[in-house]
């Protein structure tokens, strides 16, 4: 159960577009759907953004989208907001029926 | 609305072992599958159990052999987490999540501090 690649860091100046990705292997990522992403501002209990793949949860903003390409998920964000710095984790089912998350990446709003 | 609140952390000695709980409301709680992760202080989230809405499946990280066991009391609308044999490297905080394959709603957490 490694757990997924993620990028310790990104930034991006408000308004621009950023993307996460998460790397895992054809055993987790690239063999099922089940794949989250969750934002957690310090100190607060993680929040769902994105779920099976690209699948928003209702209240989540439309500027946050998922995509899978392979072993690798991403999860996009447009029209970046001083309010979208925070941590972001991806997550994944594998194929020994167990759940694995990425290491976690810290996005900073410029 | 949805709600878990998770409870029972708190300072341990390494080697004895604690029971957390989360409590459910807001939703039917027998209709879900929910699991326990964990987050050590500055580090990332660590997926530790998932439970089926039966109690029947049961799946664990790899990195626990066996000392932690996942229950849930569906009459009770609680899920639990034993944690035996604890270490040091047990501490963090303990959220339980809701929804087998979303992880859509999570508790606050609870902290569990393992250390003599």
């Known amino acids: 159960q490694s757990a997924l690649t993620q990028p310790a860091s990104v930034s991006g100046s408000p308004g621009q577009s950023i993307t996460i990705s998460c790397t895992g292997t054809s055993s987790d990522v690239g063999g099922y759907k089940y794949v989250s992403w969750f934002q957690q501002h310090p100190g607060k209990a993680p929040k769902l953004m994105i779920y099976e793949v690209s699948s928003r949860p209702s209240g989540v903003s439309n500027r946050f989208s998922g995509s899978k390409s392979g072993n690798t998920a991403s999860l996009t964000i447009s029209g970046l907001q001083a309010e979208d710095e925070s941590d972001y984790y991806c997550s994944s089912y594998t194929s020994s029926s167990t759940w694995v998350f990425g290491g976690g990446t810290k996005l900073t709003v410029l | ?116």
């Open chain 2, 1 to 116: 609305q949805v709600q878990l609140v998770e409870s029972g952390g708190g300072v341990v000695q390494p080697g004895r072992s604690l029971r957390l709980s989360c409590a459910a409301s807001g939703f039917t709680f027998s209709s879900y599958g929910v699991h326990w992760v964990r987050q050590a202080p500055g580090k990332g989230l660590e997926w530790v159990a998932v439970i089926s809405s039966d109690g029947n499946n049961k799946y664990y990280a790899d990195s626990l052999k066996g000392r932690f066991t996942i229950s849930r009391d569906n009459s009770k609308n609680t899920l639990y987490l034993q944690m035996n044999s604890l270490r040091v490297e047990d501490t963090a905080v303990y959220y339980c999540a809701k929804d087998y394959y979303r992880f859509d709603y999570w508790g606050q957490g609870t902290l569990v501090t393992v250390s003599s």
